[in-house]
């Protein structure tokens, strides 16, 4: 579930905090280049963010295991979604 968003005019990021469940699959952290991947085709799929890509915004997810509370991030950037 997504929480908020913010933007890091700064460091032209894109801050979105989201909690997973408690149904969530521990697993969930041995697929990281999984969850990686999906993240990018939603971008490059959604033209919603063509103006954010084609200025070279990066953009990362912040998650939080509802389960016992730890975090993990991803960070995609140009290079990643192909701007």
């Not at 990362?60 to 509370?69: F, L, S």
């Given at each position: 579930m997504l929480d908020s968003t913010v933007y890091d005019l700064q460091n032209r990021t894109y801050r979105n905090y989201l909690t997973l469940g408690r149904e969530t699959p521990p697993t969930l952290l041995d697929n990281l280049p999984l969850v990686r991947q999906s993240l990018i085709k939603d971008l490059q799929d959604n033209p919603?963010?063509?103006s954010a890509r084609e200025r070279g915004v990066r953009f990362e997810y912040i998650y939080r295991m509802e389960r016992d509370?730890?975090?993990f991030s991803v960070l995609l950037g140009p290079d990643d979604y192909g701007a």
């Amino acid at each position: 579930m997504l929480d908020s968003t913010v933007y890091d005019l700064q460091n032209r990021t894109y801050r979105n905090y989201l909690t997973l469940g408690r149904e969530t699959p521990p697993t969930l952290l041995d697929n990281l280049p999984l969850v990686r991947q999906s993240l990018i085709k939603d971008l490059q799929d959604n033209p919603n963010w063509n103006s954010a890509r084609e200025r070279g915004v990066r953009f990362e997810y912040i998650y939080r295991m509802e389960r016992d509370g730890s975090r993990f991030s991803v960070l995609l950037g140009p290079d990643d979604y192909g701007a």
